[in-house]
């Protein structure tokens, strides 16, 4: 059963913290991709990675940073938290196929107070 | 930015009536898809379509691709309240991006 997984599904920070989010997924997958969700938004995309140590912008990055040292972790991190940073953030793969389905993980759901 | 709108944003209906969604963008895709996603879950695959006109049925909902690989839309016909959810339509860039739209939340009412 092909899975993506984040290390937690509910987090509450302080605001100021610095927050890693960790995603890993085992489909030897190699793009993988951080988005976050807020009502009425939808999904955007915050970065994405096509391999290992490459990544690229999303529509939304300001304030964010990434890390994919390996192919199956992708981390997402928020360099001083805020508090218009509370949100659902979920991690996708895609094998990198032109017809390629995303897999994702269950969400993380982000608090900063 | 590649911004997909999807229309309507809520949408309401009672069990049996038909509808559609839409998904508009002003960009080029080279394929789009369409997943729904569940309370606290992710989304998951619905179905892709690759081919400018393309049309794909998925028992009561049938999907079509635009012409131009632009935009797109789903019929739901007699709607049933497993059908209640996001509905979320994503288009794949050449460069491996995938965006996705603003999402419309169903309710079916029994």
């Known amino acids: 059963d092909v899975k993506v997984t984040q290390s937690s599904r509910y987090l509450v920070k302080r605001t100021g913290e610095k927050v890693f989010l960790e995603c890993v997924q085992d489909?030897?997958?190699?793009?993988m991709f951080w988005y976050r969700q807020d009502p009425g938004l939808g999904l955007r995309l915050i970065y994405f990675?096509?391999?290992?140590?490459?990544?690229e912008k999303g529509d939304i990055p300001e304030g964010y940073s990434v890390s994919r040292e390996k192919k199956e972790r992708f981390s997402l991190i928020l360099e001083s938290a805020s508090t218009n940073q509370t949100s659902m953030y979920l991690c996708?793969?895609?094998?990198?196929?032109?017809?390629?389905?995303?897999?994702f993980g269950q969400g993380t759901r982000l608090t900063v107070v | 930015t590649q911004l997909l709108e999807q229309s309507p944003q809520f949408l309401s209906i009672q069990e049996g009536e038909n509808l559609t969604v839409y998904c508009n963008s002003s960009?080029?895709?080279?394929?789009l898809q369409w997943y729904r996603q569940e309370p606290g879950e992710g989304p998951v695959l619905l179905v892709t379509?690759?081919?400018?006109?393309e049309v794909k049925k998925l028992k009561r909902l049938t999907f079509q691709f635009g012409d131009a690989r632009k935009d797109s839309s789903l019929h739901i016909t007699a709607a049933q309240p497993g059908d209640t959810g996001l509905y979320l339509c994503?288009?794949?860039?050449?460069?491996?991006?995938?965006?996705f739209g603003t999402g419309t939340r169903l309710t079916i009412i029994p």
């Open positions: 489909m030897d997958h190699e793009n």
């Open positions: 996708a793969s895609t094998s990198g196929a032109f017809d390629t389905e995303a897999f």
């Open positions: 990675s096509y391999d290992v140590k490459m990544k």
């Open positions: 960009s080029v895709f080279s394929s």
């Open positions: 994503a288009g794949l860039g050449l460069n491996e991006k995938l965006t």
């Open positions: 379509v690759v081919t400018g006109g």
